[in-house]
C-alpha cells in the first residue's frame, strides 16, 4: 500500500473509532464518568492497570473497584482510613489483588503529596532531546515503586527498561495528553507534548500494523513500539498515538481494509 493511500486508511479509521460511541465498553469509560481533574487522573490510572483481558471484565471491575473506593477516588487516595482499605483489599482483577491495590493506592498518595501529582512525575522523566516517552515512563516506574511493595506488585507497572511495551501506561498518557474535539481523550496535562506519544501496542494493533506494513518486528516490545511509532510519525508528527483508534479498531473488531 502506497503512503498516500495508507494515511487515507488510516485517517479514516481513526475518525471513525476516535468518537464517543467508542467509550462505551472500552476501559476509558471508567475515568470518563468522573470530572474532578485528580478523579480522572486516579480511576484512569487504576483502569489502565487493569486493562488486559476481556474488555467487558475490565469494565465491569474497574467500576466496581471505583465503588470500593466510594466513588471518590482522589478523597480516598489521600483520606482512606483502616476500614476503607480494608474495602478495597478484597479486589482482585486476573494477578492484580488486593495487596497490589492497597501499595497502588499509597503510591498515588505519596506521589500527590511529595511529587506534585503524577503529570509533574512524567514531566519530570522528559529530556529535550528525546523523542519519546520512554524516560519519562521509566522515571514515574521509579518514583511509584518509592512505597514499600511486596515483589510480586512491581510486576504491575511496565518497564520499558526491561522490554516491555508498556501498552497500559502507553494508553493512559494517551487519555491524559492527547488534546481533540472528539470527547474520547482528555487532554488534561498540558505540559506533555501529545508528539512525545508512543501508540499503545497489544496483540490487536500489533496484528494489524504489521499487516498493514507499519510495523516489522515479530516480538511485541519496546523496540517494536518505537518502530510502530517512528512509522505513525510520518502521517503526524504532532500527535502519532491518534492512530491507535485505526489500528485497535481495525484489529479488535476485525475490519478489512
Not at 210 to 226: E, F
Request: proline share 5%; glycine share 8%.
Amino acid at each position: 500500500m502506497e503512503i498516500p493511500e495508507l494515511k487515507f486508511l488510516l485517517d479514516e479509521k481513526t475518525n471513525l473509532y476516535n468518537r464517543p460511541e467508542f467509550i462505551t465498553g472500552d476501559p476509558v469509560s471508567i475515568p470518563r464518568s468522573f470530572t474532578f481533574r485528580e478523579d480522572i487522573e486516579i480511576s484512569g490510572f487504576m483502569a489502565a492497570t487493569i486493562a488486559w483481558g476481556q474488555r467487558t471484565t475490565i469494565v465491569r471491575n474497574g467500576f466496581r473497584l471505583m465503588e470500593m473506593m466510594g466513588n471518590t477516588p482522589y478523597d480516598f487516595v489521600m483520606n482512606a482510613g483502616p476500614s476503607d482499605l480494608k474495602r478495597v483489599s478484597g479486589f482482585v482483577h486476573r494477578t492484580f489483588n488486593g495487596d497490589d491495590c492497597l501499595f497502588f493506592i499509597e503510591s498515588l498518595r505519596n506521589i500527590y503529596l511529595n511529587h506534585g501529582g503524577p503529570e509533574a512525575v512524567f514531566r519530570a522523566g522528559i529530556r529535550q532531546d528525546e523523542p519519546d516517552v520512554y524516560r519519562a515512563i521509566c522515571h514515574f516506574r521509579q518514583v511509584f515503586l518509592e512505597s514499600p511493595h511486596l515483589d510480586r506488585s512491581a510486576k504491575h507497572l511496565a518497564n520499558p527498561a526491561a522490554g516491555s511495551t508498556a501498552k497500559r501506561i502507553n494508553m493512559f498518557l494517551r487519555w491524559m495528553v492527547r488534546k481533540d474535539d472528539q470527547g474520547v481523550d482528555f487532554g488534561l496535562w498540558n505540559s506533555i507534548s501529545p508528539s512525545l506519544l508512543c501508540c499503545p501496542l497489544d496483540v490487536h494493533s500489533g496484528n494489524t500494523a504489521r499487516k498493514l506494513g507499519l510495523l516489522k518486528r515479530k516480538q511485541n516490545d519496546w523496540k517494536a513500539v518505537v518502530e510502530l511509532t517512528n512509522n505513525l510519525r510520518m502521517f503526524d508528527p504532532d500527535d502519532p498515538a491518534r492512530y491507535d483508534f485505526a489500528l485497535f479498531g481495525m484489529g479488535v473488531f476485525n475490519v478489512k481494509r
